[in-house]
């Protein structure tokens, strides 16, 4: 059975979610031919990275993402985990990388299910090997999907 979860933790901006769970069904299931699934994806604030980091990682700060896999993906034809993804980082990288935040959250998103996928970027090989496919994936994403229409927008009070 296929399960994504997608949940906004934080109040720093708007997230269409229904849109970034369709683009995560997609890369999972046509563009990474995954057969079974069961992924939690939650958008979070800096603050809650920066828990999840020291907690887990025992790295301080925030960061773009952390990814949590339940089953090694040899174990098993299916994976499970969950990805977090800041949604600080994707608003502060942004500029510096040319780019919009919504882009970097699409980017993060791919980097974990990546992570879930098995691939690595511990050495300097394999990080370059998951960023070549990182780009491949994103830019694919970029084809099918308008990112910036993740963006929920504050309404206008009318008075």
């Known amino acids: 059975m296929n399960e994504l979860v997608l949940r ?21 299931t046509d563009l990474l031919q995954t057969a079974q699934f069961e992924i939690g994806i939650y958008v979070v604030s800096a603050s809650e990275m920066a828990r999840l980091n020291e907690r887990f990682l025992k790295h ?36 510096p990388f040319r780019t919009s935040w919504q882009s ?3 980017r993060y ?3 974990g299910v990546l ?11 394999a990080r370059k090997a998951m960023k070549r496919q990182e780009n491949r994936l994103v830019g694919q994403l970029a084809r099918l ?3 910036r229409d993740l963006e929920i927008k504050p309404r206008k009070f009318r008075g």
């Open 8 to 28: 906004n933790r934080q109040q720093i901006q708007g997230v269409k979610l229904p849109l970034l769970r369709q683009m995560a069904h997609h890369l999972l």
């Open 60 to 95: 301080s700060g925030s960061t773009d993402v952390i990814t949590f896999q339940y089953d090694p993906p040899a174990a098993s034809p299916s994976i499970h985990g969950e990805i977090f993804i800041s949604i600080e980082d994707a608003l502060e990288q942004a500029t």
């Open 109 to 111: 998103l791919v980097h």
């Open 145 to 147: 999907f308008p990112f």
């Open 115 to 125: 992570h879930l996928k098995g691939f690595d970027d511990t050495t300097a090989s």
């Open 104 to 106: 970097e959250v699409v």
